[in-house]
C-alpha cells in the first residue's frame, strides 16, 4: 500500500508538471504556442527556466543513476537535435540524458532538457518508435508546458512548483528521501491539480508527431508505440510507469492514429547507429538482468545488413563483458576491418585491448583513426588509453583542449583529475576534481577544492589568478541557486 501510494504522489505531480493551462485538442497543425491563454512569460523568462534547467541538471547528475556512457550520450543528443532542427518555437539549447532505468518513462524539464530512461531501447522496436518519445518530450518543452502549469498553480494553488520538482529528481535516485520531500511539498493539494493533464499530453503529441514527420521518421511510430504500451498495461496487474506520468486513455490513442492516417506513409529503416545503441544498452546497462538475449541476436543475425552487424557487435560486446577478451576479438575484428572509422567498433576494440594490457595497440589504433579531431567519442578513447599507458602528458594535453571546448563532460575532468595527479600536479587535480564537483550540484565541495588549488599554486601566477576567478564563479552560481535550494 506504501508502495502505491508513493507511486501515485509521483504520478498526480508529474501530470501536472509536464500538463499546464488548457489547450484545445483542435488547436491549429502548427506547432506554435496558442494565441489564447497563457504563455507563461509573466511568471517563468526564458533566461529563468535555463537557470533553473542549470540547477536540477545538476541536482540529476549528483544523485540519480545516469548513462555517461560517451557512444550513447552522443547517440542521443545526435538524434534529439535532428528532431529539434525540425521543430518551432525552440528558445532554449537542448540537452539530452540517458538514465539506467528498467521502468519505461521519459520527461522534460527547465531549460530544454530531456531524461530518457534506458528501457525505452528494450521497447522500441525501431528508432522512429524511440523518436516519437523524444519528439513528445521535445514538444512539451517548446511548448512550456512546465512553465505554464507553474503559472496555473501559482494561481490556483499553494504548491511550491520549485521544491515538487526537485523532489521528483531526488525520488528518481532515493525514492525514500524523494517520496518525504513530496509529501512535505504537496501539503494536501494533490486532488485538484489534474484537471488539464490529457490536453497538454494530446498536444505534445500532435505537435510530436509533425516533428517527426518532418525530421524524416515514420508518423505511425507514435500512435504505434502508444498502443503497445496500452496492451503491456492491460495484461500487466501494474502498467508502465510511464502511463503514470504520462496518462494515456483511449481518446489520446484514436488522435494520434487520426493524424498519423492523415500523413503521407512512409517506409523508414532504421539508423544502424539505433542498433549499436540498443544492443550496448541491453548488454552493458541492464541492472543485471540478462537483456541482450540470444534469441535477439539469433533474430538480426538473419535481419537486413544492419542488424546483422549488431548482431555481431552484440556477441562481441558479451564476451568482452565476460571478459572473454579473445573471443570478442574474434567476432569484432571483420566489423572494424571493414569499417576502420566506425566509432562503435573502435570503442570496443580499445576497451578490448585494454582489457589486454595492449595500450600501445589502442592508442596506435586511435591515433591512426579516420576523423579523430572531428569525434569527441575518440578522443576520450585517446586520452583514456594514454592514461592506462602512464603517458600522462599527452592525456593531459588532448584532455585540456577536449575540457576547454565540452565543459560539461565529467568523463573528461575525471580522466584529467587522474592524468594531473600521476604527474603531482596537485593544484591541476584538484581544480579537475572541482568541475566535477560543480557539475554534480556540490559548489561548496568544488569552492574547497579549488581554495586547496589556490593555495599551491604559485603567488601571484596566472593558474593562482585562474582558480581564484572560478571561486568568484561558483559563489555568484550559488548565489543564483539559493532560491531553488530554499523551497
Known amino acids: 500500500m506504501l508502495k502505491q501510494l508513493k507511486k501515485t504522489l509521483v504520478a498526480t505531480l508529474m501530470t501536472t508538471l509536464l500538463a499546464g493551462a488548457a489547450v484545445p485538442a483542435s488547436a491549429d497543425v502548427a506547432d506554435q504556442l496558442p494565441d489564447m491563454g497563457t504563455s507563461a512569460g509573466s511568471t517563468l523568462s526564458i533566461g529563468q527556466e535555463m537557470q533553473m534547467g542549470d540547477f536540477y541538471v545538476r541536482q540529476l547528475r549528483g544523485s540519480a543513476p545516469l548513462i555517461n556512457d560517451p557512444l550513447l550520450v552522443q547517440y542521443i543528443n545526435n538524434l534529439g537535435m535532428r528532431l529539434v532542427s525540425h521543430a518551432n518555437s525552440v528558445k532554449t539549447p537542448f540537452h539530452f540524458f540517458l538514465i539506467n532505468n528498467d521502468e519505461i ?3 522534460a524539464f527547465f531549460g530544454g532538457n530531456v531524461v530518457l530512461h534506458s528501457a525505452l531501447f528494450r521497447y522500441a522496436d525501431d528508432e522512429s518508435q524511440l523518436a516519437s518519445v523524444m519528439a513528445h518530450e521535445i514538444s512539451h518543452v517548446t511548448q512550456r508546458h512546465l512553465a505554464r502549469a507553474m503559472e496555473d498553480q501559482k494561481k490556483n494553488a499553494p504548491l511550491t512548483w520549485v521544491g515538487a520538482l526537485g523532489s521528483i529528481l531526488l525520488a528518481m535516485a532515493s525514492p525514500e528521501a524523494g517520496m518525504a520531500a513530496l509529501t512535505g511539498t504537496l501539503a494536501g493539494t494533490q486532488q485538484g491539480m489534474i484537471s488539464f493533464t490529457q490536453q497538454n499530453e494530446q498536444e505534445a503529441d500532435r505537435i510530436g508527431i509533425q516533428v517527426l514527420q518532418r525530421s524524416g521518421f515514420n508518423p505511425q511510430a507514435m500512435p504505434t508505440f502508444l498502443e503497445k504500451l496500452l496492451d503491456q498495461a492491460r495484461y500487466s496487474t501494474r502498467p508502465p510507469e510511464i502511463l503514470l506520468t504520462h496518462p494515456l486513455p483511449e481518446s489520446r490513442l484514436a488522435d494520434a492514429r487520426n493524424r498519423a492516417n492523415q500523413m503521407r506513409p512512409v517506409v523508414v529503416q532504421s539508423s544502424e547507429d539505433f542498433y549499436m545503441a540498443k544492443v550496448r544498452t541491453l548488454g552493458m546497462y541492464n541492472s543485471g538482468r540478462n537483456q541482450l538475449t540470444t534469441d535477439m541476436l539469433d533474430t538480426w543475425s538473419k535481419g537486413n545488413i544492419r542488424e546483422q552487424h549488431a548482431a555481431i557487435y552484440g556477441r562481441a560486446l558479451l564476451a568482452m563483458e565476460a571478459n572473454n577478451w579473445a573471443e570478442a576479438r574474434k567476432h569484432l575484428q571483420p566489423l572494424l576491418a571493414a569499417q576502420p572509422a566506425n566509432p562503435w567498433y573502435l570503442d570496443l576494440s580499445t576497451d578490448i585491448d585494454l582489457g589486454q594490457h595492449k595500450t600501445a595497440d589502442a592508442i596506435n589504433r586511435l591515433k591512426n583513426a579516420p576523423g579523430l579531431n572531428l569525434n569527441p567519442v575518440l578522443q576520450l578513447n585517446l586520452a583514456n588509453a594514454y592514461v592506462q599507458a602512464g603517458q600522462n602528458t599527452q592525456a593531459a594535453s588532448i584532455l585540456n583542449r577536449y575540457t576547454f571546448a565540452h565543459p560539461d563532460d565529467g568523463n573528461a575532468w575525471d580522466l584529467l583529475a587522474q592524468a594531473e595527479a600521476a604527474m603531482g600536479n596537485r593544484d591541476q587535480e584538484l ?57
Do not use: P
Not at 572541482?434 to 556540490?442: I, P, Q
Not at 589556490?454 to 582558480?467: E, F, I, P, T, V
Open 431 to 487: 581544480a579537475a576534481r572541482a568541475e566535477v564537483m560543480a557539475l554534480n550540484g556540490r559548489l561548496d565541495q568544488a569552492i574547497s577544492l579549488l581554495s586547496s588549488a589556490s593555495s599551491q599554486a604559485k603567488l601571484g601566477s596566472l593558474q593562482q589568478a585562474r582558480y581564484d576567478a572560478r571561486i568568484d564563479q561558483f559563489r555568484e552560481l550559488q548565489k543564483r541557486f539559493e532560491q531553488y535550494q530554499k523551497m
Open 105 to 107: 518513462n521519459a520527461f
